[in-house]
């Protein structure tokens, strides 16, 4: 552990090396969302079993093991936990590609789970030691950024080596390269001094489980802010699963025209639907994602200081203005129209995630910033990752008998409910958010 302060350039580099963690993260987590339209024909899966190998299997451990494993990191090292999470999920990912039916893959992937319960959280923790209180905002967003670049990359990748390479040999390389990167992000990140940037008064003696959950019984907003996530996480995780399955189904003869304008050497011969569909929700993800992302760190690193109910109000002003946007990009009969609509509104569906992170870091001590943060992902992941692919498989495959391949069009509309619902949770907790502030 270094008591010495990082220099601006070494913290740099800290969020670019967590950046590309978190990238092979998602990357891992959302590749299966590309992949699920081959692995469904492939393998004779419903859209039931696809949404539970994609959320279910991989929430059921992710969520259970996160809490155990961040109160190992509010107590040792950071960096050592996050090297050994990034290289069980990357060996787990390959894995994946060995998977001959149902059962072998929803193991594969309950492995994917196990690693990656250790990823996220500790990040939190350590990017909250690497930077002082006024710019953890902008800097918990700029880690966020994961999210976007590693969903992006995970739908690119799955889509252009599944049309070269197969399935199968898509799940084995991204995990083979994850492995790669565990050396070089344990050989250069250090662990930095707990609660260094929180004044003489912080707390850093590792707490008991009594004192966290007593701390956080005692704060409402926490839990406001962890169920309005959740909220909008059930239409984020399941958009990113089924929106790829999704494009192909109701615009697959359109998604060639629309790249009508792309460079040869980018299409080979006789390419799929599937590809282009990879390339176009590519897009969205990556533009649509960053420019949320920073805007919400920027606007809570703005205004939240004054007014600590900005954290809650900002996001939940951009889950409101998504719904007309999620409607004409649904319901749209043309790639031309939903492509503006679906970035829009990738954009706004992102913005929550510097406000909300920003704030949980600011809610408890230095000593119990892991174990908190991985409550929140803990109900976040579970009803976001767990829920939201399989509600929309299930709704997906009851309306398949009356709209057929366009199921899953109405099956998605469907899910507006869930912004709402989160805008709700966050304008009702904005007005605690002082009260419940650590000191």
Wanted: aromatic share 14%; glycine share 10%; with cysteine.
């Amino acid at each position: 552990m270094s008591d010495k302060p990082a220099s601006p350039f070494y913290r740099a580099y800290v969020l670019f090396i967590l950046v590309v963690v978190y990238t092979f993260n998602f990357i891992d987590r959302q590749i299966v969302g590309i992949l699920a339209v081959p692995i469904k024909a492939d393998l004779a899966l419903s859209d039931t079993q696809l949404s539970l190998m994609g959320g279910l299997a991989f929430a059921l451990f992710y969520t259970f093991l996160g809490i155990p494993i961040a109160m190992l990191a509010d107590r040792y090292s950071r960096t050592w936990i996050m090297t050994a999470a990034l290289s069980i999920w990357s060996a787990m990912t390959a894995v994946c590609g060995l998977a001959q039916n149902f059962l072998q893959l929803f193991v594969a992937r309950l492995g994917v789970g196990v690693g990656e319960a250790g990823g996220v959280a500790p990040a939190y923790s350590l990017i909250s030691d690497y930077f002082p209180p006024e710019k953890r905002a902008r800097a918990l967003s700029i880690y966020s950024f994961g999210i976007p670049i590693g969903s992006a990359l995970g739908i690119l990748l799955g889509g252009v080596l599944t049309t070269y390479l197969g399935w199968r040999s898509a799940f084995v390389i991204v995990g083979l390269a994850g492995l790669a990167i565990a050396p070089i992000f344990r050989l250069t990140m250090r662990e930095p001094k707990r609660g260094g940037f929180d004044g003489a008064g912080a707390i850093t003696i590792p707490a008991k489980v009594s004192e966290v959950a007593t701390t956080l019984i005692r704060k409402p907003s926490f839990w406001g802010l962890s169920f309005g996530a959740a909220s909008s996480s059930m239409m984020g995780y399941g958009l990113i699963f089924w929106l790829p399955s999704f494009f192909v189904r109701s615009y697959g003869d359109a998604l060639p025209e629309f790249f009508a304008w792309m460079p040869d050497f980018l299409i080979p011969a006789n390419p799929s639907a599937l590809l282009f569909a990879s390339y176009f929700y590519a897009t969205i993800l990556l533009i649509g994602g960053i420019a949320g992302i920073w805007l919400g760190g920027v606007m809570a690193d703005r205004y939240g200081p004054d007014k600590k109910a900005a954290y809650a109000i900002v996001p939940a002003i951009a889950f409101l203005t998504t719904i007309p946007f999620f409607i004409v990009g649904v319901l749209s009969p043309t790639l031309w129209i939903a492509f503006p609509a679906f970035l829009i509104l990738q954009a706004l569906s992102l913005v929550w995630l510097g406000p909300v992170l920003s704030a949980f870091q600011h809610l408890v001590q230095p000593n119990m910033r892991a174990t908190a943060s991985a409550i929140f992902l803990f109900i976040n992941n579970l009803i976001g990752i767990g829920l939201g692919n399989l509600a929309i498989g299930a709704i997906s495959d009851h309306l398949q008998t009356q709209f057929g391949d366009e199921s899953l069009r109405y099956a998605i509309l469907s899910g507006t409910i869930f912004y709402i619902l989160a805008a709700a949770l966050f304008i009702a907790t904005a007005p605690r958010l002082k009260r419940d502030w650590a000191a």
